[in-house]
């Protein structure tokens, strides 16, 4: 497949960045054994082309081979997700963001539930964001969108993870008054 010196290029390259591909692969497709699979096929693609990857962010390069690989598995394995592009007008953004209302809850399990609950653009847009570290400048090359809609759609994610945070919590009170 790869002569040896392009092998260790991507090696050192691509290899590093193999967690964060499958914790994308994993939110995206919310089960650990589909993320798996998903992930060895990103890996085998990317060994396969990367004798055209020259320049650029690697990280970035691979976790749009893992998203484009964990759509096409979702299109094919649950037709009736919702993979619909972020509507710019959907939501409106405001409120605190998802890592200090995690920090406030003390909860990851909680935060985690929630998060699986989002549509997947949004599920993404935070994973990629908020647990991978990554720019709006590469979140827009991996998912192929502009940066304004980038951002806008990570504002819209914070809000709506921030909604299915609050909406247990609301019934608690409720139950307790």
């Given at each position: ?97 998802p890592e200090a209302l995690a920090l406030a809850i003390h909860d990851r ?69």
């Amino acid at each position: 497949m790869l002569e040896p010196q392009e092998r260790g290029r991507f090696e050192e390259c691509v290899l590093p960045h193999l967690d964060a591909a499958f914790n994308l692969a994993r939110w995206l497709l919310r089960d650990k054994q589909n993320a798996e699979d998903v992930t060895q096929e990103a890996m085998l693609r990317a060994c396969r082309y990367f004798g055209t990857f020259h320049a650029g962010d690697p990280r970035a390069w691979l976790l749009q081979i893992v998203r484009n690989c964990a759509y096409t598995w979702l299109h094919k394995n649950r037709p009736s997700e919702n993979l619909a592009e972020i509507d710019e007008e959907s939501l409106p953004s405001a409120g605190p963001s998802p890592e200090a209302l995690a920090l406030a809850i003390h909860d990851r399990e909680r935060v985690a539930r929630a998060l699986e609950t989002l549509p997947a653009p949004f599920r993404e847009i935070l994973v990629l964001r908020e647990l991978e570290g990554c720019s709006y400048k590469e979140i827009a090359a991996i998912t192929s969108r502009p940066i304004g809609t980038v951002m806008s759609g990570l504002a819209r994610a914070r809000k709506q993870l921030k909604d299915a945070l609050a909406e247990p919590q609301a019934m608690e009170v409720r139950r307790a008054l």
